[in-house]
């Protein structure tokens, strides 16, 4: 079978097997989904949840971030680890969306790329969920199984995306990375994926080789 389709049998199964899979992380609103997002890196989002529980009450606005205390800031979301990059990236961040966005969280990968601490993970990750544009969000979940499956041959997250990209239909880039996570954290795990149970077995290299 070739790639694309296999991509696509891949989307169509999992989509069935998680038909609610969307971004974990808990907002209300772009600024915070943005935060949850720098967050995230190098972190679980369960972990973020609980750091942004009490971090979102008392920063609400780019203002706030931006006149925060450096050393405060890093305080409060030190639990994520990296905090004294992330509290840095954060503050320049939101000084940044004040200065030259308006206090609104740009809506175009361009100009989310001008932040301070934002990626194109963190980019795709705001304009799909927020602005509900396509965007391939390359997690660490989302590549380990783009490799095993065999959609890339390679580590770099901007080249998994741009692989994904030309396997996926445009619609469902978003829809196939959350798949591709929620199914790393039920049944392909880092270290003893459990390929006898997978629906996907069939579309997947790796499990192939593996059940022979
Ligand atoms: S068959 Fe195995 S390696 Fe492939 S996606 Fe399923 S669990 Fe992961």
Not at 56 to 78: H, N, P, Q, V, W
Request: proline share 5%.
């Amino acid at each position: 079978m070739r790639k694309k389709q296999r991509a696509e049998a891949v989307l169509q199964e999992l989509t069935k097997l998680y038909p609610d899979a969307k971004c974990s992380l808990d907002f209300t609103n772009p600024l915070e989904l943005l935060i949850a997002t720098q967050l995230a890196a190098q972190c679980t989002d369960a972990r973020v949840n609980i750091v942004t529980k009490e971090l979102f009450k008392k920063y609400k606005t780019c203002e706030d971030y931006a006149g925060a205390d450096l050393s405060e800031l890093e305080e409060d979301i030190k639990a994520t680890g990296f905090f004294r990059n992330k509290a840095k990236n954060i503050k320049g961040c939101c000084t940044k969306i004040l200065t030259e966005y308006g206090g609104k969280v740009p809506d175009t990968m361009e100009e989310l790329l001008t932040l301070p601490g934002v990626g194109r993970k963190t980019a795709n990750v705001v304009l799909s969920t927020i602005y509900g544009k396509p965007g391939v969000i390359v997690d660490t979940h989302c590549s380990r199984l783009a490799n095993r499956i065999g959609l890339t041959k390679s580590e770099n997250p901007d080249i998994i995306e741009r692989d994904l990209m030309k396997l996926v239909p445009k619609p469902h880039w978003a829809q196939f990375s959350h798949c591709l996570v929620f199914h790393g954290r039920e049944v392909c795990h880092a270290r003893k994926p459990k390929c006898e149970i997978c629906t996907i077995l069939p579309y997947c290299e790796f499990g192939n080789k593996k059940i022979k």
